[in-house]
């Protein structure tokens, strides 16, 4: 298949730029894995659309507040990095700006100047390899007083109040994304959810800037994955199992979930406990193993995230729900409506 072929014009208006509040007014389509079926909800529905036994599977990593922005020690020039992967204790891979001016040997200063960075390698795709030096215990002490949220590039309004970028229950630090499907989730709307009968399971997949890089070949298989470290527990392992032999569903919540999921299950034959990275790719043709249902948002054009809601329900399909959508002036992205595909 082809990039151009997963590609649907959006009015820039329809781009939400903040969240809606409270979290679960968002809208809500509803569409049929099957039969392509459209309906229009809200999301604090979702309890009368699920049965009790569907297992809602939610991924619990939390975002980084990891864009800091500096000087240069030897010459105070404004600059930038953006933490993208721990390579070791303290050692970083980041996005730097501007990169072509940050050469190994130079230092950064962030805040009061508590907090270093020293740049120790340029990689072949201009990423930097960071070690950073501060006097507190721990690193994300210093991000916590000096870093910014990394919201994606088509949000143009800086949050005054991080949260609104965290789900509520993140919880293990990993994250240059949020996972966007679950900032729709209050806690009333769990609790609802739970005493309806419906179960909820974690797993976690630190969320990497790949996540917003385009698809730059025209044939989709060409496309390199980038690689995120993801984890099972034996209890969310055991949850699944148990669910799917009880002939109920397995609903991932948003597409780190679902790529989780099938990535245990692409190399272990089923979902169980394990840990490691993945680049797993998925696209029309793909065979589910793990999943029966998807929450999700709206995504980009051409994104490697479209094309893996493609493979789970259909391309027709897909590509009508989001004519549908724009057309019903659905807000999308990171912060706009969502989607239920079951």
Known sequence: ???????????????????????????????????????????????ELLEPGDLLVINNSKVLPARLIGHKSATGAVCELLLLREAERDVWECLAKPGKRLHVGNTVEFGDGTLTAEILETRDDGNKLVRFSYDTQTLYEKLDAFGKMPLPPYIQKQLDDGSLYQTVYAKELGSAAAPTAGLHFTPELMQTLKERGIQFAEVTLHVGLGTFRPVKEDDILDHKMHSEWYSISAETAEKIQRTKKEGHRVIAVGTTSCRTLEAAAAVHGEVCA??????????????????????????LPESTLIMLVSAFCGYENTMNAYRVAVAEKYRFFSFGDAMLIV
């Open 1 to 47: 298949m082809l990039k151009s072929d997963f590609y649907y014009e959006l009015p820039q208006e329809l781009i939400a730029q903040e969240p809606c509040i409270p979290r679960d007014a968002a809208r809500l389509l509803c569409l049929g894995r099957n039969d392509g079926c459209i309906s229009h909800r809200i999301f604090h529905d979702l309890p």
């Open 274 to 299: 394990c840990s490691g990275d993945t680049d797993i790719f998925i696209y029309p043709g793909f065979a589910f193993r793990a999943i029966d249902g998807l929450i999700t948002n709206f995504h």
